[in-house]
């Protein structure tokens, strides 16, 4: 049976490499990190457990013995696959790879992450993206997720964080239903209309739409016909022709551009700053994380 090689013997090893190549225990020492006491008694017991002398040393100089230059190129060997062993660690951290785990809730995953999954994927095809849709609030540690992209303000402190840029909350009505109801030019204007309102899910309550009148914010609770619990029912039936419905622009936005929905009341939108990504420090070096990050503000 082969003896296996112990850690102070490797240690030896690697002591001797550089001694021998730098001609000093002072010099290996600096190169290594340590002090030249520990480079002299490393390479003492390798002597002692290989049973030959390594250096003949003298107070001038450090020459190495016949025994020792055979055995130092294959020490050196040894060296450069510890360097090389280095260098690929890094080279593994710096660039993108593996499972990056991103939550959010359903607008949020719907209109501004996974629009721009599929570019970052071809930029970063080593990275895989597991995007979990969800309205409850998780805990990013418990549950292993790398990032999660959350509306409203943040109390968590124990967070790293990054706000998204603004977007506005704002009316919509179809085409086909603006051409048989005259488009209101105030807030106070939707109490004529047919509107589609929201409930939320996690509280049960109604949504109160926010409109900006001078400097003041108001809220206003419509009488509405129609009340679904996921935002982009409320997207898909005014687009119908429903009545009228308010929304955040990121949500809303494509279907302006399909000329599907046109946006009402624009004197009196809102503005809200609060989309935040959130990220655990543990993974503050992950490239993955860094990388999605930066594409996602980029691109947002």
């Known amino acids: 049976m082969k003896e296996q090689i112990g850690f102070e013997r490797l240690t030896g090893l690697i002591a001797f490499a550089r001694a021998g190549s730098l001609g000093s225990y002072t010099a290996a020492a600096r190169s290594l990190s340590i ?7 490393s390479i003492q017991r390798l002597e002692q457990a290989l049973g030959v002398t390594l250096f003949t040393r003298t107070t001038r100089s450090l020459v190495l013995t016949a025994e020792g230059r ?27 790879a593996g499972t990056l785990r991103i939550a959010a809730s359903l607008p949020i995953g719907i209109h501004l992450i996974a629009p721009v999954i599929p570019q970052f994927c071809e930029m970063y095809p080593k990275v895989a993206i ?14 292993q997720i790398d990032i999660a992209i959350r509306l409203g303000d943040q109390a968590d402190s124990t967070l790293l964080s990054r706000r998204l840029p603004a977007y506005k909350m704002g009316c919509y009505a179809s085409p086909d239903y603006l051409a048989k109801h005259p488009a209101p030019q105030h807030p106070h204007d939707l109490m004529a209309h047919k509107t589609v309102n929201l409930r939320y899910q996690n509280t049960g309550q109604t949504f109160r739409w926010p409109f900006r009148i001078g400097e003041q914010e108001i809220e206003i609770v419509p009488s509405s016909t129609v ?45 809200r700053h609060n989309v935040w990504a959130l990220w655990h420090e543990s993974r503050r070096a992950n490239p993955a994380v860094r990388v999605f990050l930066d594409y996602l503000f980029a691109n947002h």
């Open 35 to 41: 002090s030249p006491s520990a480079v002299s008694k």
């Open 70 to 96: 055979a055995l130092h190129e294959r020490a050196l060997k040894l060296l450069r696959d510890a360097d090389e062993i280095t260098q690929l660690a890094k080279r593994a951290r710096a660039e993108p």
């Open 130 to 143: 597991d995007l979990r849709l969800n309205d409850r609030v998780i805990n990013i540690v418990d549950e």
């Open 227 to 271: 009340i679904v619990d996921a935002s982009d029912a409320v997207i898909a039936a005014i687009a119908c022709g429903a009545g009228i419905g308010m929304a955040a622009s990121f949500v809303a936005d494509s279907w302006v551009r399909d000329n599907r929905l046109v946006p009402l009341l624009t004197d009196f939108t809102v503005k």
